[in-house]
């Protein structure tokens, strides 16, 4: 039996059955910039998801299924696909205040 896509529509409509909060509209906001964040940090270096994983030490299928948005990613990962890439992670302030920074 073929599987029918979902249309932009009936995403919506099945999200909305979620009755998600707000703050948990947000954190999955703040994870898909992440992961997006990520995958176009990684495509810009020019670097498969092998490479990267050579480079990080983090196996390949994990950051697969982190680009994939299959898992939330962990932070000890995302530090370690991240060295490579040249980014960290920083800790801001709503107000875009730099208040601390993670190496």
């Known amino acids: 039996m073929a599987t ?3 249309t932009a529509c009936e995403w919506q409509e099945l999200r909305k ?3 998600l909060t707000p703050e ?4 999955i906001a ?4 992440i992961i997006g964040a990520v995958i ?3 495509e810009k270096s020019g670097l498969t998801q092998k490479q990267l994983s050579d480079l990080c030490g983090v196996k390949q299928p994990v950051i697969s299924r ?3 948005a299959v898992h939330s990613p962990q932070i000890n990962s995302m530090i370690k696909i991240l060295k490579p ?7 801001v302030t709503d107000g875009s205040q730099q208040i601390s920074e993670i190496v």
Do not use: M, P, Q, V
């Not at 948990?24 to 954190?27: N, R």
């Not at 703040?30 to 910039?33: G, R």
């Not at 890439?85 to 800790?91: H, N, P, R």
């Open 66 to 68: 982190l680009e994939k």
């Open 85 to 91: 890439l040249g980014y960290t992670f920083a800790i």
């Open 30 to 33: 703040l994870e898909k910039a």
């Open 24 to 27: 948990e509209e947000t954190a």
């Open 17 to 19: 059955s979620f009755n």
């Open 40 to 42: 176009e940090a990684r």
């Open 4 to 6: 029918k896509k979902k």
